[in-house]
């Protein structure tokens, strides 16, 4: 279990990027499902399929075409059916192109193609940009992660690299093969999955990797009348944005490692339960309404 994997370690504790790996099972992850929301032929992800392929048995279900900010819909709720096509991807890899949300290639795998034996572990990305703070709640990387984790495979979401840059993008392939041999992913259980923030700089500059919590909230959405005719009479047209907004981010968030040129590994839940309160509210309830409702007529 993620909780039980960081105990006794302090939040924030920098691991050298090239430090030796401290336990490492042979053999494991043996297979290994490759999912995105950049889309199936984005450079993140087949970087991370020629790193792995040669070393796991290797799959992949990711959206045709991008589909990033998704979150984990799924096409179900519209009650849409989605399509699917192989795809050649190289040798040892068997892909296939899903005209959906990623969070519909992760069921269509776990679902259908890999239903009868799931893979030890879904990897979504590398995404372009980082999910930090509140990012993770419009990613269609983590919501991809997250489906994964939500259907009893753990699942790791890895933001971060610059597209000009495949000499990194590379490094950060060969990374995550040895983070997936790590005992911080192998023990993780039921539910549960990470989410790795790469800062998007040079490797020689990526300065060691933080076990961290989520910062907070770098951005606002505002909301204003956009001045433009409604498509009909007696409606309203409004506009949303997203704006900067001036944080401090403080020691063992995923931000101020960010800012540190450290790459950031925030343990998730899918089930987003918070048991820690859960655990003090049962111990001291607070007052709560009876029911049936009080009849104040």
Do not use: C
Request: glycine fraction near 8%; charge should be negative.
């Amino acid at each position: 279990m993620i909780r039980e994997s960081v105990i006794g370690l302090v939040f924030a504790t920098t691991v050298a990027l090239t430090a030796p790996l401290q336990a490492q099972e042979a053999g494991w992850p043996r297979s290994v499902l490759f999912t995105n929301d950049d889309g199936i032929a984005a450079q993140g992800l087949l970087a991370l399929v020629r790193e792995f392929s040669p070393l796991v048995e290797t799959w992949v279900s990711a959206p045709i075409d991008n589909r990033s900010a998704s979150t984990n819909y799924i096409s179900a709720i519209a009650k849409r059916a989605i399509e699917v096509e192989p795809r050649e991807l190289g040798p040892g890899v068997t892909a296939y192109a899903v005209d959906g949300y990623p969070a519909d290639a992760v069921v269509f795998a776990l679902r259908g193609l890999l239903a009868e034996k799931p893979p030890d572990l879904v990897i979504s990305g590398v995404n372009t940009g980082p999910n930090l703070s509140g990012d993770w709640n419009l990613s269609g990387t983590v919501g991809a992660a997250q489906m994964a984790a939500f259907l009893g495979v753990p699942a790791i979401a890895v933001s971060g690299y610059r597209e000009e840059d495949p000499e990194t993008l590379a490094a950060i392939a060969r990374w995550l093969v040895d983070l997936t041999r790590t005992t911080l992913v192998r023990d993780l259980g039921p539910g549960e999955y990470l989410t790795v923030s790469v800062p998007r700089v040079p490797a020689s500059q990526i300065r060691g990797v933080e076990l961290v919590r989520r910062g907070p909230l770098p951005w606002t959405i505002e909301l204003a009348p956009s001045g433009a005719p409604a498509s009909l009479p007696g409606r309203q047209l409004w506009s949303l944005r997203f704006s900067e907004r001036d944080v401090t981010p403080a020691a063992g968030t995923d931000l101020h490692a960010f800012q540190a040129n450290h790459i950031a590994i925030v343990p998730m839940r899918a089930d987003e339960d918070d048991l820690e309160s859960l655990s003090r509210l049962t111990a001291q309830p607070p007052a709560l309404p009876a029911w049936p409702p009080t009849d104040r007529r």
